[in-house]
């Protein structure tokens, strides 16, 4: 199986690294070809939709014609189970899709919409470069309405 595969799509929130890619990791461990394509997409709720239009599109090109999708978080260990805003909402899970070359033409359809107006609901402020996590950053504060959160959970 390992020389079956042409791309390789990881879309995850929770990645095991800043560097390098969870893609390349997964590529490099189960020992897939060296010309494999690999990709890393930084997604939530919409993921596995947003990755699988990107396999669809991998899959015109001419030397494409098998991609493993993985839609993968452990969201729980970063958010505080005193967050009501976001805790309801993270579990954490995993899947892979194979998504093959047909041999009809049917064209595939897609109309996927975002809106970021409201970002900072589900926002995790702190742990990325803007703002690193610190023992300030981690202090559980009351946001309001008795809902507890930190800028690092």
Known sequence: MPDALDALI??????????PPTSNVIQGELGLKHDVFCMDITQGCAGFLVGLIQAFLMLEQESASRVALVNVDVLSRKVSVKDRNSYPLIGDAAS?????????????YANLKMDGTRREALMIPAGGFRLPSS??????EDVGDNNFRSKAT
Do not use: N
């Open 96 to 108: 892979i899709t194979i998504v093959e070359k047909g041999t009809d033409s049917t064209p595939i």
């Open 10 to 19: 990881v879309v995850t929130q929770s990645p095991d690294y800043f560097m």
């Open 135 to 140: 023992p300030e950053t981690s202090a559980l």
